[in-house]
């Protein structure tokens, strides 16, 4: 199982990113696909999730209405839209995988994890 995530960048607030994470050793049909970000000193915080069965996603209220997650299984990758970006958004992604799971319901507890891109919302 390897996840590995691009797309990060240095973005004035207000911007918009997409972020890419690829996916191999699985298959997006069979497990879902969490985004995570850890800002410096925090602890790491869920974004998003999408669900293997479906197009059903999850959101945290903080980027509700501004993020948007996606999937295309003919290239093995979810990606995340992010737009109207602020500084509080600055972090490392993660995208996550469990491969006990289907769905997203326990989406807190991922165990297989790629190794972050970096980014920064800054004037």
């Known amino acids: 199982v390897q996840l590995v995530e691009s797309g990060g960048a240095l973005v004035q607030p207000g911007g918009s990113l997409r972020l890419s994470c690829v996916v191999s050793?699985?298959?997006?049909?069979?497990?879902?696909i969490g985004w995570f970000r850890q800002a410096p000193g925090k602890e790491p915080e869920g974004v998003s999730c999408?669900?293997?069965?479906?197009?059903?996603?999850v959101m945290t209220p903080l980027v509700r209405g501004r993020f948007t997650v996606s999937r295309d299984k003919s290239r093995n990758t979810v990606y995340l839209q992010m737009t109207s970006l602020k500084p509080e958004d600055t972090a490392v992604y993660y995208c996550?995988?469990?491969?006990?799971?289907?769905?997203?319901?326990?989406?807190?507890?991922?165990?297989?994890w790629g190794k972050g891109t970096q980014v920064t919302v800054s004037s």
């Open positions: 999408i669900s293997s069965r479906d197009d059903s996603t």
């Open positions: 050793g699985f298959s997006l049909d069979s497990h879902p």
């Open positions: 996550a995988t469990d491969e006990y799971e289907s769905t997203c319901d326990n989406w807190g507890a991922m165990d297989s």
